[in-house]
Nanobody
Framework: QVQLVESGGGLVQAGGSLRLSCAAS????????MGWYRQAPGKQRELVANIRGDGSTNYADSVKGRFTVSRDNAKNILYLQMNSLKPEDTAVYYC?????????????WGQGTQVTVSS
């Protein structure tokens, strides 16, 4: 099974930048999507951005123009470049992968990394 490990979270002032990384333990046969979700205190987990198997990307309206998702296929690493951060971006960010292996569908989550944006 694929395991995901996130890194890169931290404390940053509003207007600053952070880059999150998500390393997958191994390559997978077919990825349906790989992306980032976040969950703020008292709120539901929400999609931030993802990359589908065909390479297309999808962003939440709240982060369009500020965040960029990318993937290094050779290293099995997913990135989230976050610019112009706002206090409302404060949340635990989770990496997610949806893939097919040997005919079975799997969804895996990382352990999460805290992002805190101060005003």
């Amino acid at each position: 099974q694929v395991q995901l490990v996130e890194s890169g979270g931290g404390l940053v002032q509003a207007g600053g930048s952070l880059r999150l990384s998500c390393a997958a333990s191994r390559s997978t046969f077919r990825i349906n999507a790989m992306g980032w979700y976040r969950q703020a205190p008292g709120k539901q987990r929400e999609l931030v951005a993802n990359i589908r198997g065909d390479g297309s990307t999808n962003y939440a309206d709240s982060v369009k123009g500020r965040f960029t998702v990318s993937r290094d296929n050779a290293k099995n690493i997913l990135y989230l470049q976050m610019n112009s951060l706002k206090p409302e971006d404060t949340a635990v960010y989770y990496c997610n992968i949806d893939y097919i292996s040997e005919g079975f569908k799997y969804i895996r989550w990382g352990q999460g990394t805290q992002v805190t944006v101060s005003s």
